[in-house]
């Protein structure tokens, strides 16, 4: 069984920064990428963010230059720094644990909302 715990979402006015934090434990060998997405009112899920076990990044273009995707191997944990936030990143942010086989799993989601 895998668990993915996400933090570090809240209330935070345009400009400011936050990091989300998601932190994986369970039954895991090895890991082939993690992702952030975020999903907005009325919006599909999108992607925001990844990383693969190699290292390698892939942001939208929405977000980039904004916000730094990272990885503590060690806490198999994923974090999000977000920069200069802006009202659109309003969204319940989730993250995304691709391992081998398939399988994937999804975390609870974390709010973060950006006032004006």
């Known amino acids: 069984q895998v668990q993915l715990v996400e933090s570090g979402g809240g209330l935070v006015q345009a400009g400011g920064s936050l990091r989300l934090s998601c932190a994986a434990s369970?039954?895991?060998?090895?890991?082939?990428?993690m992702d952030w997405y975020r999903q907005a009112p009325g919006k599909q899920r999108e992607l925001v963010a990844s990383?693969?076990?190699?290292?390698?990044?892939n942001y939208a273009d929405s977000v980039k230059g904004r916000f730094t995707i990272s990885r503590d191997n060690t806490k198999i944990t994923v974090y999000l720094q977000m920069n200069s936030l802006k009202d659109e990143d309003t969204a319940v942010y989730y993250c995304?644990?691709?391992?081998?086989?398939?399988?994937?799993?999804w975390g609870q989601g974390t709010q973060v909302t950006v006032s004006s």
């Open positions: 995304k644990l691709g391992l081998p086989r398939g399988r994937v799993y």
């Open positions: 369970g039954s895991i060998s090895s890991i082939n990428y």
């Open positions: 990383i693969t076990s190699g290292g390698s990044t």
